[in-house]
C-alpha cells in the first residue's frame, strides 16, 4: 500500500458537547514523523480536537462529532472501528502525569499485556523505557513505585508505557504544563528524538515550545463562541516569522491570550 | 507584650479565652460519658459472665441446666450467617456499584435507583425479614435454614455495600481509566486491572461495617423462624439454626441467675467475634492498601 505523506486527517470536523460546539469546521492534516503543534488561547477547542484523533471524546458523555477523521486514509469514526483497536495505534500523554499506582515495570508493562502481547516482556519494557530516556535512571529499580518518580519523570515513564504497545502517532496534551524547565527540556528532546520513528501532535499553550519543537503549526481560535476554528496552518518557521492572518500575528506577539 | 489597643476594638480577651475553655471542656465531658458508659458495660458483663467463659461453654450445646449451656450452635450458626452474608453481600455490592458508576448513564433511571438504594439502607430489618420468610424460606422453598437466613442478611447489609463501593469507584482519578483507555484497554480492562484494586480498601471498609451490622441483627432472623434452642451444630446449608444475639435474648429472658450470666459471657463472646472478624477485614484492607515499595 502507497502511504499518503499524510498519516491523520480531518475533513469537516465539528465537535459538539450536548449543545455547545468545541470545534468547528476543521480540515488539517498531520505530517509522518514530523511534529505538528496545535496552539491557541485557553478554550479553543485544542484538546478536544487531539481527542478526536483517538476517539477519547467517546468517553465523554453527549458528545457527538460531525465531518470526519482519517488514519492512513481509513475513517476512525466508521461504524465497523472499535475505538480500543485504534488506541494502541495512536498513543496519548496527558497534561498530568498518570501513572498507573504499580511498579515501574508494571506501568510499562501494562499496555502490553491487555494487548495480549507474547514476546519477551522484559525486554520490550527495557526498550521502551531506553527510547523514553529514563532507563538509566531507574534500571536499578523497575520494581520500584511508579508514584516514587519526579514529575518529569514520571511524564517520560507515561511516555514510555505509550510507547511499549508500539502506536504509529503519539498525541501529547499540554505534556510539560506541570513541570519545571529543566524537565520540559528533557521532554522537547525526547520529543526530537522519536519524531524520527513516530509521527506526533502536541498541544501546547507554551508559544516558545510550539516554535522549538514542531515542524508544522496549527493555530486555533474559538471565533463568536462558534467552537475553535482553524486560522492558521503552516510551516512552524512561517507561522512565527511571517504569519499570514493578523490574529496569528497578534496572538503569538502576546497581543491576546 | 506591646500591644497598643485600636480604641474601636473591645476585645474581651478574658471572655473569649474562657470560651474557649469551656468548650474544650464540654467536647472532653462529651467523650467522658460516651467512654464511662462504655467501660461501665463492659465491666458488667466481664464481672457477670467471665467467669463463664471457657472452651466448655463455646464448645456446649444449650442445656435446661444454666451451668451446663454452652453456645456452640449459636457462635457457629453466626458465623456461618454472616459468611454467607458477607460472600453475597460483597459479590453483588460490588456488580452493583460498578455496574452504576461505570456502565449505567447519567440519566432520571439511574438517580432514582440511586435513591432507592440510600432508601433501602434506612429499612428497618425486621421487613427485611418478612422480605427473606416470603422469598427464601416459602417460595424458593429452602426452609428455615441457615442458607435462608445468611441470603436474607446479605440482602440487609447489600445497600451498605453498595453505597462504600460506589464511593470507593467513584474516588479513583480519572486520570488512571483515561490512561488505560489510552493504551487500548477495554472498559472491562480498565475496572478490574486498575479500577477494582484502587478502590478495593475502600469496598473492604464498608464490609467492616456490613459484617459488624450482619452479626448483631436479630429481628430479621426471628421473623424468618431461627429456632431458639438449637442442641446441634449446623451441618450444611440446609441445617436449621440459631445465632448468638438469639440465644443471648433468650437466656437474659429466664428466670434463674446462671442463665443472666450465660448471657453476659456470650456478649464477651459475640463481642470478641465481632472485633475479630472486623481485625481481619482491617489486616486485609491494610494488605491491599500497601503500595509497592518506594
Known amino acids: 500500500m502507497q502511504l499518503s505523506e499524510h498519516i491523520l486527517q480531518t475533513r469537516g470536523l465539528s465537535v459538539y458537547y450536548g449543545t455547545k460546539q468545541a470545534i468547528n469546521d476543521v480540515t488539517l492534516n498531520v505530517a509522518r514523523n514530523r511534529i505538528t503543534a496545535i496552539i491557541g488561547p485557553s478554550g479553543c477547542g485544542k484538546s478536544t480536537l487531539l481527542r478526536c484523533f483517538n476517539r477519547m471524546n467517546d468517553l465523554v458523555p453527549r458528545s457527538r462529532i460531525t465531518g470526519q477523521v482519517l488514519f492512513e486514509g481509513q475513517d476512525l469514526y466508521a461504524p465497523d472501528v472499535d475505538p480500543t483497536e485504534i488506541r ?3 498513543g496519548m500523554v496527558f497534561q498530568r502525569p498518570n501513572p498507573f499506582p504499580k511498579s515501574i515495570f508494571e506501568n510499562v508493562a501494562f499496555g502490553p499485556k491487555i494487548n495480549g502481547f507474547r514476546g519477551n516482556l522484559n525486554e520490550l519494557v ?4 531506553v527510547r523514553a530516556a529514563l532507563w538509566e535512571e531507574v534500571k536499578d529499580r523497575v520494581n520500584a513505585s511508579a508514584l516514587a518518580l519526579s514529575g518529569g519523570q514520571q511524564q517520560r515513564l507515561c511516555i514510555a508505557r505509550a510507547l511499549a504497545v508500539e502506536p504509529r502517532v503519539i498525541l501529547m496534551d499540554e505534556p510539560c504544563s506541570s513541570l519545571d524547565p529543566i524537565a520540559t527540556l528533557a521532554i522537547e528532546d525526547l520529543m526530537r528524538e522519536l519524531s524520527q520513528e513516530y509521527s506526533i501532535v502536541i498541544v501546547t499553550h507554551n508559544m516558545q515550545q510550539a516554535a522549538r519543537v514542531s515542524d508544522y503549526t496549527t493555530f486555533l481560535m474559538n471565533v463568536e463562541n462558534r467552537g475553535g476554528q482553524l486560522v492558521e496552518f503552516g510551516d512552524t518557521r512561517q507561522i512565527f516569522t511571517n504569519p499570514k492572518d493578523e490574529r496569528t500575528e497578534a496572538y503569538i506577539t502576546g497581543r491576546f491570550g | 507584650m506591646a500591644i497598643i489597643a485600636h480604641p474601636d476594638f473591645k476585645r474581651h480577651m478574658a471572655r473569649r479565652q474562657w470560651q474557649g475553655r ?6 472532653l465531658m462529651a467523650v467522658g460519658v460516651a467512654l464511662a458508659m462504655l467501660v461501665l458495660l463492659l465491666g458488667y458483663l466481664i464481672q457477670q459472665g467471665v467467669s463463664r467463659v471457657s472452651w466448655d461453654f463455646i464448645n456446649g450445646f444449650p442445656s435446661r441446666n444454666p451451668d451446663e449451656a454452652g453456645i456452640k450452635a449459636a457462635l457457629l450458626g453466626s458465623i456461618y450467617v454472616v459468611l454467607i452474608a458477607a460472600v453475597v453481600a460483597f459479590t453483588l455490592g460490588v456488580g452493583a456499584a460498578v455496574y452504576l458508576e461505570e456502565y449505567a448513564s447519567r440519566n432520571w433511571r439511574t438517580r432514582l435507583v440511586q435513591i432507592n438504594i440510600a432508601n433501602l439502607a434506612g429499612v428497618p430489618s425486621i421487613v427485611y425479614g418478612i422480605l427473606g420468610l416470603e422469598i427464601f424460606v416459602r417460595s424458593l422453598g429452602l426452609g428455615r ?3 435462608a437466613g445468611g441470603l436474607t442478611m446479605g440482602l440487609l447489609v447489600l445497600p451498605i455495600i453498595i453505597i462504600a463501593a460506589q464511593e470507593a469507584v467513584r474516588a479513583v ?4 481509566r483515561e490512561g488505560a483507555y489510552a493504551l487500548g484497554a477495554t472498559r472491562w480492562q480498565a475496572i478490574w486491572h486498575l479500577v477494582l484494586p484502587q478502590a478495593l480498601p475502600g469496598i473492604l471498609t464498608g464490609v467492616i461495617l456490613a459484617v459488624s451490622r450482619a452479626l448483631g441483627e436479630t429481628a430479621p432472623l426471628i421473623v424468618m423462624g431461627a429456632l431458639t434452642f438449637v442442641p ?3 451441618d450444611g446449608p440446609f441445617s436449621r439454626f440459631t445465632v ?5 435474648f433468650n437466656w ?7 442463665f443472666h450470666q450465660a448471657a453476659a459471657a456470650g456478649i464477651i463472646v459475640l463481642l470478641i467475634l465481632l472485633l475479630a472478624m472486623n481485625a481481619g477485614a482491617i489486616l486485609l484492607r491494610n494488605k491491599f492498601q500497601r503500595r509497592p515499595e518506594a
Do not use: D, N, T, W
Not at chain 1, 126 to 129: F, I, R
Open chain 2, 173 to 176: 482519578p480519572r486520570s488512571v
Open chain 2, 22 to 27: 469551656a468548650f474544650h471542656a464540654l467536647c
Open chain 2, 232 to 234: 446441634f451444630a449446623p
Open chain 2, 252 to 258: 437474659i429472658s429466664r428466670p434463674q441467675a446462671g
Open chain 1, 126 to 129: 527495557e526498550k521502551s523505557l
Open chain 2, 145 to 147: 435454614s441457615v442458607l
Open chain 1, 88 to 90: 494502541y495505534q495512536i
Open chain 2, 244 to 248: 448468638l444475639p438469639i440465644q443471648i
